[in-house]
């Protein structure tokens, strides 16, 4: 059977010295693996009609089993430039692909995450700033799988104004007292102060649709860099899954622009 579907490129391996293998999200079918034979050919028909965060339209021979198809055709719905040229964009471009790469399943219809994933990176190739977008991206993608966490004030406190001894219970996804029934006194549980909280509501919840790959506009350095470490630390506890590939990414965001500098160095002297 053959079909034809909208296709995000999230993942591009080579399969033979001629073949690759890509993993696509389409929205009908979720998570699908092709084959593309004779992509690295001179001449092959594919060269340029796919990469990494394009959005294509793909024309797949449907197999029952084994769960890799064939692509017959492919063609470029949206190239992205931009992330071809900015690192900062492919960086965060290359993650958000990884991302939804673990948490998609394969034939099954996924249309929120596609369009969730298909804005954001448009954003990115509109040159919106990467550690912004990722962390909209990251509650917009729970929040899309049921795995939300909730900010609402603790529902076991006896105390109920000033200093409340709650913590966020990162398996519970809520705010739990220290006496809670189910409180584990390990490593699950963050410690997060009212501006933190207030911090995480204001991210999860974009003030306005124009915020939506924006910070929001109380945030500032510090709050950022925690909403980003519980974010971590929250994801990695849900959707049980490495997170080398985001550290690696905020790495690369949060060194400085250096190549520039030196560029501008070389030059003055
Ligand atoms: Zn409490």
């Known amino acids: 059977m053959i079909i034809k579907t909208?296709?995000?490129?999230?993942?591009?391996?080579?399969?033979?010295?001629?073949?690759?293998?890509?993993?696509?999200?389409?929205?009908?079918?979720?998570?699908?693996?092709?084959?593309?034979?004779?992509?690295?050919?001179?001449?092959?028909?594919?060269?340029?009609?796919?990469?990494?965060?394009?959005?294509?339209?793909?024309?797949?021979y449907r197999r029952e089993h084994g769960g890799v198809h064939i692509a017959r055709e492919c063609s470029p719905l949206a190239?992205?430039?931009?992330?071809?040229?900015?690192?900062?964009?492919?960086?965060?471009?290359?993650?958000?692909c990884e991302?939804?790469?673990?948490?998609?399943?394969p034939m099954l219809a996924a249309p929120e995450a596609f369009a969730l994933l298909d804005q954001t990176l448009d954003?990115?190739?509109?040159?919106?700033?990467?550690?912004?977008?990722?962390?909209?991206?990251?509650?917009?993608?729970?929040?899309?799988l049921g795995l939300a966490p909730d900010f609402a004030p603790c529902a076991d406190c006896t105390i109920t104004s000033g200093n409340r001894p709650c913590r966020f219970l990162l398996p519970a996804g809520r705010l739990?007292?220290?006496?809670?029934?189910?409180?584990?006194?390990?490593?699950?549980?963050v410690a997060i102060d009212e501006t933190g909280l207030a911090a995480l509501r204001a991210w999860q919840q974009p003030e306005t649709e124009e915020l939506e790959h924006h910070p929001p506009t109380s945030a500032t350095a510090e709050t950022t860099t925690m909403v980003r470490r519980f974010l971590g630390m929250f994801l990695q506890c849900h959707l049980d899954m490495p997170?080398?590939?985001r550290q690696a990414a905020f790495a690369w965001l949060?060194?400085?622009?250096?190549?520039k500098h030196e560029c501008d160095e070389t030059q003055a002297g």
């Open 79 to 96: 190239y992205r430039p931009h992330l071809r040229t900015d690192w900062r964009g492919a960086v965060a471009a290359g993650y958000l």
């Open 6 to 60: 909208t296709a995000i490129a999230l993942r591009l391996h080579p399969y033979s010295r001629t073949s690759r293998v890509v993993t696509w999200l389409t929205p009908d079918y979720g998570r699908i693996v092709t084959v593309i034979k004779g992509a690295c050919r001179a001449k092959s028909a594919f060269l340029g009609q796919y990469d990494l965060a394009m959005r294509c339209e793909l024309l797949f």
């Open 99 to 105: 991302l939804v790469n673990r948490v998609s399943v």
């Open 123 to 144: 954003a990115l190739d509109s040159g919106a700033a990467p550690i912004p977008v990722i962390l909209r991206f990251e509650f917009a993608l729970l929040e899309s």
């Open 176 to 189: 739990r007292c220290f006496h809670s029934r189910g409180h584990q006194p390990d490593g699950s549980s």
């Open 254 to 259: 949060e060194a400085q622009p250096e190549t």
């Open 243 to 245: 997170m080398t590939a």
